[in-house]
Structures are given as structure tokens and as C-alpha cells.
């Protein structure tokens, strides 16, 4: 089986979570928030938008993106799982959001047709080409769209999760192309990693200008077995929030 291969069966996998969890997510999902990072950057953009949120997930944030003013969601995702568990939920709380299977960077969706791109919390390091995926987004927006990403700092990769001292793991680089993750969904799935100079440059050749870029301390999701590492003290980034507008 191919690396690819791998990588999409572990998250189908990872994704049954979504409907083992089907009615705890479905009582989160009526008072759902985002991080106020976010609420912040996307209040005065948000009201009435037609939101698309490639890798979508488990789509809680979708109906967080509807409380904040949203006038529709379209998820994306590649897990038929994790798609078919939040569409349930969407019809079941009766809420704008739509979720589509399909393979990124390609969505199948038309042209300019998204007046935000929501995406982030573990989405990025999934794509193997990321000019094909930011020449996507950019596709898809309707010009002077924006594309927000609340994701994983491109240095997390190299955080030890030891409890009692940060550290950086020596089987990791900062400059490597990809690593095997362990961590969760595992199962040989393949991450590929980027600078946060790379990522910059690779939004600006497909025609974005960058508004909003801040590094944050705090990881964008923690254990809820309650499990905290010391790399997630304060005193190093475990996260970025950025807002880039298409041209
Ligand atoms: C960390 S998870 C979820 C992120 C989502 N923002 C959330 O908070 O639930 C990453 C998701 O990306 C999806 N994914 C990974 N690679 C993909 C691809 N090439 N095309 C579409 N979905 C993909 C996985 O199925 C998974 O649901």
C-alpha cells in the first residue's frame, strides 16, 4: 500500500471517532465556539459569508462559523466517515452546512464560490502539494476572499511530549520535507511539513497578500485524557493564526 494509501486509511480509521462520539458532538455542536484568536480576526469579515472548510473533520467549528455570523458552510473532507457524521448532525440540528467527500487539492467545487476559506487545527501538514492546494483555495474564493488558517506552528513536529521538560526530538528537522507521525491518527500516516517561510511564499505565488501572521503558545487542541507536555508551557510556538486576502 502506497504512503497516500496509508494516510487516507488511517484517517478513515481515526474518523469513526466522530459517529463512536456521535451525541456528545452533537450537544457541543449546539454552543460551539472557536478560540477568540479567531472570533477576533473573523468577526468583521464573517457576517452573511458563504464559508468553505476543506478538511473539515468532525465539523464542530462549521457550527461555530454559523454562530459567528456565517451564512453557510460547505465542508470537505476525504473520510466518508467523518463527512457522513457531520451531515447527520447538520440535518439533525437543521443548520446550513453541507459536507462533500473529495480528495484535496481538487475539490470539484466551482469557481469562485466561497466568500471565506476556513481551514487549520491539523489540516495543513496533510498536503502534499501545497502550491496545487493554495492555487485551489484561491480558485475558489471570489476576489477579495479571504483565506484564514488557525494551524498546528511548523515547528510542533519537533516537540517531545515529555511531561516534565521541552525538548526537541533529534529524529526530527525543522527543514525535512516529511515525517511519519506518531502521534494520532499514526498508523503510518505521512506528514508533510513546511517552514513558516515556505508557507508564506507558497500563499503569495498563488496570489494571496498576507493581512494577519501571529505565532501563538498554546496548542490549537490538547489531550482530553488530560495528558500536557512541558513544550506546552508558554515558551514556545505551538501554533500560527493567519488572515491573506485573494487578489
Ligand atoms: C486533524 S483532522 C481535522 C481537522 C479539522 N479542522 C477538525 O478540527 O476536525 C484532518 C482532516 O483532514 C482530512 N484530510 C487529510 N488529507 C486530506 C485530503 N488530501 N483531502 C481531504 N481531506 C483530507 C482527514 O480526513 C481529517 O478529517
Given at each position: 500500500m502506497s504512503t497516500h494509501e496509508d494516510t487516507r486509511r488511517a484517517w478513515d480509521e481515526a474518523s469513526r471517532k466522530h459517529v463512536v462520539e456521535y451525541a456528545e458532538h452533537l450537544e457541543q455542536a449546539r454552543t460551539a465556539r472557536l478560540w477568540p484568536v479567531e472570533e477576533e480576526l473573523l468577526a468583521p469579515l464573517i457576517d452573511d459569508a458563504e464559508v468553505l472548510h476543506p478538511?473539515?473533520?468532525?465539523?464542530l467549528d462549521d457550527h461555530a462559523l454559523l454562530r459567528l455570523g456565517a451564512r453557510s458552510v460547505v465542508g470537505i473532507d476525504y473520510s466518508p466517515t467523518a463527512v457522513g457524521a457531520a451531515q447527520r448532525r447538520a440535518e439533525e440540528l437543521g443548520v446550513p452546512c453541507r459536507y462533500e467527500v473529495a480528495e484535496l487539492p481538487d475539490t470539484g467545487l466551482p469557481e469562485a464560490c466561497a466568500d471565506l476559506v476556513y481551514t487549520g487545527k491539523g489540516a495543513?501538514?496533510?498536503?502534499?502539494?501545497l502550491d496545487a492546494w493554495a492555487a485551489e483555495m484561491h480558485r475558489l474564493l471570489r476576489p477579495g476572499g479571504h483565506l484564514f488558517v488557525y494551524e498546528a506552528?511548523?515547528?510542533?513536529?519537533?516537540?517531545?511530549?515529555?511531561a516534565t521538560e521541552a525538548w526537541v526530538r533529534s529524529?526530527?528537522?525543522?527543514?525535512?520535507a516529511s515525517h511519519v507521525n506518531d502521534?494520532?491518527?499514526?498508523?503510518?500516516a505521512t506528514e508533510h511539513q513546511r517552514t513558516l517561510a515556505q508557507l508564506v511564499m507558497t500563499l503569495q505565488r498563488a496570489g494571496f497578500a498576507l493581512q494577519h501572521l501571529a505565532e501563538h503558545p498554546d496548542p490549537f487542541w490538547m489531550p482530553e485524557d488530560g495528558e500536557r507536555a512541558?513544550?506546552?508551557?508558554?515558551?514556545?510556538?505551538?501554533a500560527i493564526s493567519l488572515l491573506a486576502v485573494r487578489s
Amino acid at each position: 500500500m502506497s504512503t497516500h494509501e496509508d494516510t487516507r486509511r488511517a484517517w478513515d480509521e481515526a474518523s469513526r471517532k466522530h459517529v463512536v462520539e456521535y451525541a456528545e458532538h452533537l450537544e457541543q455542536a449546539r454552543t460551539a465556539r472557536l478560540w477568540p484568536v479567531e472570533e477576533e480576526l473573523l468577526a468583521p469579515l464573517i457576517d452573511d459569508a458563504e464559508v468553505l472548510h476543506p478538511q473539515s473533520g468532525h465539523g464542530l467549528d462549521d457550527h461555530a462559523l454559523l454562530r459567528l455570523g456565517a451564512r453557510s458552510v460547505v465542508g470537505i473532507d476525504y473520510s466518508p466517515t467523518a463527512v457522513g457524521a457531520a451531515q447527520r448532525r447538520a440535518e439533525e440540528l437543521g443548520v446550513p452546512c453541507r459536507y462533500e467527500v473529495a480528495e484535496l487539492p481538487d475539490t470539484g467545487l466551482p469557481e469562485a464560490c466561497a466568500d471565506l476559506v476556513y481551514t487549520g487545527k491539523g489540516a495543513l501538514i496533510w498536503m502534499g502539494d501545497l502550491d496545487a492546494w493554495a492555487a485551489e483555495m484561491h480558485r475558489l474564493l471570489r476576489p477579495g476572499g479571504h483565506l484564514f488558517v488557525y494551524e498546528a506552528h511548523p515547528l510542533v513536529p519537533l516537540w517531545s511530549w515529555d511531561a516534565t521538560e521541552a525538548w526537541v526530538r533529534s529524529d526530527r528537522s525543522y527543514f525535512a520535507a516529511s515525517h511519519v507521525n506518531d502521534t494520532f491518527p499514526a498508523r503510518g500516516a505521512t506528514e508533510h511539513q513546511r517552514t513558516l517561510a515556505q508557507l508564506v511564499m507558497t500563499l503569495q505565488r498563488a496570489g494571496f497578500a498576507l493581512q494577519h501572521l501571529a505565532e501563538h503558545p498554546d496548542p490549537f487542541w490538547m489531550p482530553e485524557d488530560g495528558e500536557r507536555a512541558a513544550a506546552w508551557d508558554g515558551r514556545l510556538p505551538n501554533a500560527i493564526s493567519l488572515l491573506a486576502v485573494r487578489s
